[in-house]
């Protein structure tokens, strides 16, 4: 893989930060049975890792090598949203870690064409009759396809506010032309979200259209299913631009794709239980 000097100067950066959260980098070098000297090199910016070096530093820390190359603002906003911690908890679960690896076989070649940023577009359970755009992200994370996504609400009295923000984290998996995510909202810690996804091509967009379900442990927030539209972005993690296009929009907004707002209907289909 070839990487150019932005590309070096985000992964030392990434590095640098990763070792700052451990205390101590003679903590770090030791545990990875790497030269201190050489590892300086690294935290510079002047050497990358050879290939083994760098898979044992990437599996140290619990990331895989590309998101170590990852801009630093958007890896610095995935790591302090606590994104690797929350799944690596889960992962450590007996029951989680049988069920990831009956769900991941076969599977693990079929989503490299999925990892990036998204537009999500549903209805929303909260302003009747709006569409919210949240920001959907896809990434993979040694053997297993991750993803989180940023929901945010602005407030009925003051628009440029926000009133509520919701984050998602959990699990993807491509399976015979579909995908299928789990997740759980880490604000609340109270609801789950189910749902399956089936990827489309139109023209140069693309797009994959869906269903999803969520169900919280209180009534703060009403069990629902409805239809959910992702239009692909670009690569990479979301970021500032993605994060300041998320709200609630009129339905007839110019900014919607027509082939999210056509597959989306006019919003009666969405159940909820009252």
Same mark, same amino acid.
């Given at each position: 893989?070839?990487?150019?000097?932005?590309?070096?100067?985000?992964?030392?950066?990434?590095?640098?930060?990763?070792?700052?959260?451990?205390?101590?980098?003679?903590?770090?070098?030791?545990?990875?049975?790497?030269?201190?000297?050489?590892?300086?090199?690294?935290?510079?910016?002047?050497?990358?890792?050879?290939?083994?070096?760098?898979?044992?530093?990437?599996?140290?820390?619990?990331?895989?090598?590309?998101?170590?190359?990852?801009?630093?603002?958007?890896?610095?906003?995935?790591?302090?949203?606590?994104?690797?911690?929350?799944?690596?908890?889960?992962?450590?679960?007996?029951?989680?870690?049988?069920?990831?690896?009956?769900?991941?076989?076969?599977?693990?070649?079929?989503?490299?064409?999925?990892?990036?940023?998204?537009?999500?577009?549903?209805?929303?359970?909260?302003?009747?009759?709006?569409?919210?755009?949240?920001?959907?992200?896809?990434?993979?994370?040694?053997?297993?396809?991750?993803?989180?996504?940023?929901?945010?609400?602005?407030?009925?009295?003051?628009?440029?506010?926000?009133?509520?923000?919701?984050?998602?984290? @959990?699990?993807?998996? =491509? $399976?015979?032309?579909?995908?299928?995510?789990?997740? !759980?909202?880490? #604000?609340?810690?109270?609801?789950? /979200?189910? @749902?399956?996804?089936? =990827? $489309?091509?139109?023209?140069?967009?693309?797009?994959? !259209?869906?269903? #999803?379900?969520?169900?919280?442990? /209180?009534?703060?927030?009403?069990?629902?299913?409805?239809?959910?539209?992702?239009?692909?972005?670009?690569?990479?993690?979301?970021?500032?631009?993605?994060?300041?296009?998320?709200?609630?929009?009129?339905?007839?907004?110019?900014?919607?794709?027509?082939?999210?707002?056509?597959?989306?209907?006019?919003?009666?289909?969405?159940?909820?239980?009252?």
């Amino acid at each position: 893989m070839n990487h150019d000097a932005g590309n070096i100067a985000d992964f030392a950066a990434n590095l640098r930060f990763l070792c700052e959260r451990q205390g101590s980098i003679s903590t770090v070098c030791r545990k990875i049975a790497l030269n201190r000297q050489q590892f300086n090199k690294y935290l510079s910016g002047l050497h990358l890792p050879s290939p083994q070096n760098m898979s044992l530093i990437a599996n140290f820390f619990g990331v895989s090598v590309s998101i170590l190359f990852s801009p630093a603002f958007e890896f610095r906003t995935l790591v302090e949203g606590n994104f690797f911690q929350v799944m690596e908890k889960l992962r450590e679960s007996p029951e989680v870690t049988k069920f990831i690896e009956t769900a991941i076989i076969g599977a693990k070649s079929d989503g490299n064409d999925l990892v990036g940023v998204y537009d999500r577009y549903q209805y929303s359970s909260i302003y009747k009759g709006s569409i919210l755009r949240s920001a959907y992200c896809i990434y993979r994370n040694n053997d297993f396809y991750q993803h989180y996504y940023i929901e945010r609400f602005p407030s009925y009295d003051a628009p440029d506010k926000i009133d509520y923000v919701f984050k998602y984290y @959990g699990f993807v998996f =491509p $399976v015979a032309g579909r995908v299928f995510s789990v997740d !759980f909202e880490r #604000t609340q810690r109270n609801e789950l /979200t189910f @749902g399956v996804f089936a =990827p $489309v091509q139109r023209s140069s967009k693309k797009f994959m !259209f869906g269903i #999803t379900s969520g169900i919280a442990a /209180t009534m703060f927030r009403q069990p629902y299913s409805t239809k959910v539209a992702l239009h692909y972005r670009g690569p990479g993690l979301i970021g500032r631009q993605q994060l300041k296009s998320l709200t609630v929009l009129n339905a007839k907004d110019p900014s919607i794709p027509k082939e999210a707002l056509q597959f989306l209907g006019d919003g009666s289909d969405m159940i909820q239980i009252m």
